[in-house]
């Protein structure tokens, strides 16, 4: 079966400090990969998706930027954090085959102080 | 841009009661899904409807699509605290892998 892992579930960083926050699927091929930043309660904003090996789309300029140097593996960062980057990240992905759904990592809690 | 806009944004009823969420969007969807969320948690998608007029249901859960595929509800049958967390409904533009999520509705359902 698939599962995915993300990591750390929280985490505290400086301002202007780098940010990297990794993610993995295992038991699938190709994946499509998602990052969204969520605001508390609110909706799922779309930072990047991926549909192959270096192939990175980015929804909203920001302060971030993201890489998926293989198949299975999708990394969000940043050079020097901000304090509007707190926030709740979440990874995702697809099979990209048809009959598509999300399947979402259980997050990274991000405050910037 | 595709919008999607829920309503209402936060919701706290009694257990046992019904209720209705709705999600609009500002153009026709390609295909709706609605997604619960628990504090701390990733989304877990509950239904995925394609075709306008589309009723599903999923135990005591009823999703209905609009017969324009521009909004859909989802009513609740006898709340339970269960039932308590972030309703998201979600599009896929057409023609991409890019997932769209709505404002999101937050229920509580009180004991």
């Known amino acids: 079966s698939q599962t995915i892992h993300q990591w750390p579930a929280t985490l505290v960083q400086p301002v202007g400090s780098p940010l990297s926050l990794e993610c993995t699927v295992e038991?699938?091929?190709?994946?499509?990969l998602y990052w969204y930043r969520q605001a508390a309660g609110r909706g799922l904003q779309l930072l990047f998706y991926s549909v192959g090996i270096g192939q990175i789309s980015s929804e909203v300029p920001q302060n971030l930027s993201a890489s998926r140097p293989q198949d299975r593996q999708f990394i969000l960062s940043s050079k020097k954090l901000l304090l509007s980057d707190s926030g709740f990240y979440l990874c995702a992905w697809s099979t990209g085959q048809g009959d598509e759904k999300l399947f979402f990592g259980s997050g990274t809690q991000l405050s910037v102080l | 841009t595709q919008l999607l806009e829920q309503s209402p944004q936060f919701l706290s009823i009694q257990e046992g009661e019904n209720l209705t969420v709705y999600c609009n969007s500002s153009?026709?969807?390609?295909?709706l899904q609605w997604y619960r969320q628990e504090p701390g948690e990733g989304p877990v998608l509950l239904v995925t409807?394609?075709?306008?007029?589309e009723v599903k249901k999923l135990k005591r859960l009823t999703f209905q699509f609009g017969d324009a595929r521009k909004d859909s509800s989802l009513h609740i049958t006898a709340a339970q605290p269960g039932d308590t967390g972030l309703y998201l409904c979600a599009d896929i533009t057409s023609g991409t892998y890019k997932y769209i999520f709505g404002t999101g509705t937050r229920l509580k359902v009180l004991a």
């Open positions: 038991g699938t091929s190709n994946p499509n």
């Open positions: 409807v394609v075709t306008g007029g």
């Open positions: 153009s026709v969807f390609s295909s």
